[in-house]
């Protein structure tokens, strides 16, 4: 089973950047899809950004042209950099494994890194 464990939250600005990590305890390069999530509060869990095993990569619309995704050469490390940022980013960020066996789904999650965008 693999464990992610996400860091680089923290206070920020707004307009300013930080960039998240999501450090798998294995490769991830075989893994379907590799995520980041947000949850605000009184919030349902969004999808932020996706990147598959093929390098594809995928965006919330709230979100283009300021984050982008990225793994390591390596394959056990995922990143988010975040420019731009702005209050409504304010949220937990999770890091999520989506895999496939059988036909099957199952998610993996990190803990969560806060997020806090002041403005």
């Known amino acids: 089973q693999v464990q992610l464990v996400e860091s680089g939250g923290g206070l920020v600005q707004a307009g300013r950047s930080l960039r998240l990590s999501c450090t798998a305890s294995?490769?991830?390069?075989?893994?379907?899809?590799m995520g980041w999530y947000r949850q605000a509060p009184g919030k349902q869990r969004e999808l932020v950004a996706s990147?598959?095993?093929?390098?594809?990569?995928n965006y919330a619309d709230s979100v283009k042209g300021r984050f982008t995704i990225s793994r390591d050469n390596a394959g056990n490390t995922v990143y988010l950099q975040m420019n731009s940022l702005k209050s409504e980013d304010t949220a937990v960020y999770y890091c999520?494994?989506?895999?496939?066996?059988?036909?099957?789904?199952?998610?993996?999650w990190g803990q969560g890194t806060q997020v806090t965008v002041s403005s």
């Open positions: 990147i598959l095993n093929t390098g594809s990569t």
């Open positions: 294995r490769s991830i390069l075989s893994i379907y899809a």
């Open positions: 999520n494994a989506e895999r496939y066996s059988g036909g099957y789904r199952s998610d993996v």
